[in-house]
């Protein structure tokens, strides 16, 4: 009787030791199957893992190796697979991918391993690259096209002309009266005006999805400071930190400094106008975002046109 007390009692603290050690258990499974494939903008994990034991599987991801500001996303199980995709990426980038893995009682992590979406090269996606009325733009994958120059400019490191808002014809010279503009139109927008066809200034939203939806590199072009705005879709274009003028200075203040764009939303009534605005500080982007214009219109900012 002792001895079969004594068996008992021994299956009894093998049990509770396995239940108090789970991440021994954890730090031993294998991924089985494993079915990773990478597209342009995204990439797809199918797999399976050496176990039946786990509650739920996530797929942890990352740009970085040390997984800084990981995401993560809860896979789906269906007959012993699980799988997940992964979308709104950039393309012909390196992320790291790991598994969570959870059971009722603990948790773990597997090992990394890298994965790199494709590049526009690698895909028959249509060309996103054209021209409009003379004047070329980029698809960025946003909601318009972006042009590869400021109004007035030869190349995208030219600074372009500079405008007061509402004025089509840039000055060198900006003493005088400024009258204001109290709404937009079509004739008061430099960019239809110069440009044509079916250019115009960017709206305070179209702005915010360029600084929220793309990657802000900053970069020298040409001997020129500025960023280079990468889309999801791995198109690019340069925006030079081209400064501003005021009346007070008659020249390009902050050249290389910081950029101050025209958009063509009203901020409030008065003559205030949203733009967008960015600046160089250490080498590093700071700061990407649309302001009301303060001083009102008589600053003269260049304008970076957008069509459908």
């Known amino acids: ?90 393309s012909a980038t390196q992320y790291y991918i790991r598994y969570s893995l959870i059971t009722d009682i603990a948790s773990n992590t597997t090992d990394s391993r890298m994965v790199k979406t494709l590049s526009s090269s690698n895909t028959t996606k249509e060309p996103t690259v054209g021209t409009e009325n003379g004047y070329q733009y980029v698809d960025l994958g946003l909601s318009v096209k972006w042009a590869t120059c400021n109004v007035g400019a030869l190349d995208p490191s030219d600074y372009g002309d500079y405008y007061r808002f509402g004025e089509t014809t840039p000055k060198n010279k900006y003493s005088g009266t400024y009258d204001g503009c109290s709404s937009y139109s ?62 007070a200075n008659n020249h390009a203040t902050g050249v290389g400094e910081y950029g101050f764009y025209w958009t063509s939303t009203s901020k409030t009534s008065g003559s205030t106008w949203h733009r967008l605005v960015f600046y160089k500080s250490g080498g590093i982007h700071t700061s990407c975002n649309v302001w009301g214009n303060p001083q009102y219109g008589s600053y003269a900012h260049p304008i970076r046109p957008v069509c459908p």
């Not at 600084?211 to 280079?228: A, E, P, R």
Request: hydrophobic share 40%.
């Open 1 to 90: 009787m002792k001895n079969i007390f004594a068996y008992i009692l021994g299956i009894g603290l093998l049990f509770v030791s396995c239940e108090r050690d789970p991440d021994f258990a954890l730090t031993n499974i294998l991924v089985k199957h494993e079915k990773i494939v990478p597209n342009l903008t995204s990439f797809s994990v199918q797999c399976e893992f050496s176990t039946m034991i786990l509650s739920s599987v996530y797929l942890q991801y990352a740009d970085n190796p040390d997984f800084v500001g990981y995401e993560e996303v809860q896979m789906k199980k269906k007959e012993g697979k699980y799988s997940v995709d992964i979308t709104n990426l950039y």
């Open 186 to 247: 079509f004739s008061v927008d430099a960019a239809s005006v110069k440009w044509g066809g079916r250019w115009r200034m960017p709206t305070a939203s179209q702005v915010e999805e360029l600084t929220s939806k793309c990657n802000w590199t900053l970069i020298t072009l040409d001997g020129v400071d500025g960023y280079n705005v990468k889309g999801k879709n791995g198109n690019s274009i340069f925006i030079p930190l081209a400064g501003y003028i005021h009346e």
